[in-house]
């Protein structure tokens, strides 16, 4: 996985690939590794000054991000280094440097505090982010960045959303209960479960009763829908719409038409599916937002929500292997189609009518610089109270950043743009 990541795949892609009867244990390992990867990387370098061939390298990164942290350690550590030297052993790649990461990992062992007192020197290895991705959180941020990267490095719980159309928070809590599975409330329409369990296996499952979603994203159709409210049966388009998780909370909350468009026809198949599950029903388009001739009908919308193509730099608990996929030159050229779906897709308003633009982003390229600059060029635009920036957080931290609406939630950017009549 680490080495998929490092040639600049997913890990979702790449888990792909794996036995599914393997899958989940691997990607808990690799999300462990990849949470740690910083510090794992830093303490190899004063392991080996030389980086060994790349199979070796990533085998030997992968247990210490595990080792590292005793209290944190899936297995005990002489385990681990057991054993990483057997799957060295097991590897052609790697099986003429099993003695190698062997003596690594057990001069670790021995010298693990003054190895890791020499990193903490080291930004890369204290906050386990790329230098450019600190930097560009404290430029930013500069009060909040720490509480960020800190909030990255922590598990994102199993966040559901109840579909209101057929159950209420309060019954779908009593259903956990009675299974004996932990849960609070999050929000006005979530659900967050103490430990995380088999999606399938939950209550409701096959009936459509909850979608995952995190908290953030379950701000958006309730933000478009609140400026509609007028409107019994909203025209509305949601564009970059795969998996389907936006519309559906929208068709959950108005008896309107919901366009769902995505440039990947694969990913349009997910949107169908997950609302078929739903028993839920949208116009589903695949094609590319920025290029309207190709799909668009010519009736205005009533609303439109824009779930921007964007770094993911917000939902880095979830995905670990973001920060590490990214590089700083992303963040302009994402803005700059950021930019132009804005531009695109505001004729298709009609007047009086609202936009919703999301990103879930925490750089302010992606939100707040990118919605200023929409208004300036934009006289008929009026950017109406939004949640703007939502730093990611963990509940049981307490509330670090006030202006957050809930307490558990990965990082979003939120702006309800008004269509006024000219």
Not at 121 to 139: E, F, G, I, T, Y
Not at 151 to 175: F, G, S
Not at 200 to 218: K, N, T
Not at 368 to 381: C, P, R, S
Request: proline share 7%; with cysteine; aromatic share 6%.
């Amino acid at each position: 996985m680490l080495l998929a990541v490092r040639d600049g795949q997913s890990m979702t892609a790449a888990l792909l690939d794996v036995d599914a009867r393997l899958r989940p244990g691997v990607q808990a390992l690799g999300f462990h590794a990849l949470r740690w990867l910083g510090r794992a990387e830093a303490l190899r370098q004063q392991l080996a000054k030389r980086p060994p061939p790349p199979e070796a390298d990533a085998l030997l990164c992968v247990v210490l991000a595990l080792i590292w942290r005793e209290e944190d350690a899936p297995y005990t550590p002489h385990t681990l280094v057991d054993q990483a030297v057997e799957a060295a052993k097991r590897s052609e790649a790697t099986t003429h440097q099993a003695s190698f990461i062997n003596g690594c990992l057990r001069r670790f062992l021995r010298e693990r505090d003054a190895l890791v007192a020499k990193t903490d020197a080291n930004p890369q290895a204290v906050w386990n982010h790329p230098q450019w991705w600190v930097d560009r959180l404290r430029k930013d941020h500069p009060e909040h960045w720490q509480a960020i990267l800190r909030a990255n490095n922590t598990k994102a719980p199993l966040t559901l959303r109840v579909n209101t159309r057929k159950t209420t928070v309060d019954q779908y809590i009593q259903a956990l209960t009675a299974m004996n599975i932990e849960a609070k409330p999050v929000g006005s329409f979530g659900v967050v479960l103490a430990h995380a369990v088999a999606v399938p296996s939950l209550p409701g499952y096959a009936d459509g009763h909850f979608s995952v979603q995190d908290a953030a994203a379950q701000m958006a159709a309730p933000l478009l829908m609140g400026a509609l409210v007028a409107n019994p049966t909203p025209h509305i388009l949601d564009a970059c719409a795969a998996p389907g998780g936006k519309t559906a909370h929208l068709l959950e909350l108005a008896d309107g038409t919901v366009t769902a468009l995505d440039i990947d026809a694969r990913r349009c198949e997910r949107i169908d599916q997950n609302l078929t599950r739903l028993g839920l029903h949208a116009r589903i388009t695949v094609g590319d937002a920025a290029r309207p001739a190709s799909w668009w009908d010519g009736v205005l919308f009533d609303g439109i929500l824009l779930d921007a193509p964007c770094t993911a730099s917000g939902i880095v608990r979830r995905h670990p292997d973001v920060r590490w996929l990214r590089r700083p030159t992303d963040i302009a050229q994402l803005a700059g189609i950021q930019a132009q779906l804005l531009q695109t897709l505001w004729p298709l308003l009609k007047p009086g009518g609202a936009m919703v633009y999301c990103t879930c982003s925490v750089f302010r390229a992606e939100g707040d610089v990118q919605v200023q600059t929409f208004l300036a060029h934009h006289t008929d635009a009026r950017l109406m109270p939004s949640p703007g920036h939502l730093m990611p957080q963990m509940s049981a931290s307490g509330a670090v950043f006030p202006d957050n609406l809930v307490g558990e939630h990965d990082g979003f950017y939120y702006a309800l743009i008004k269509k006024q009549a000219i």
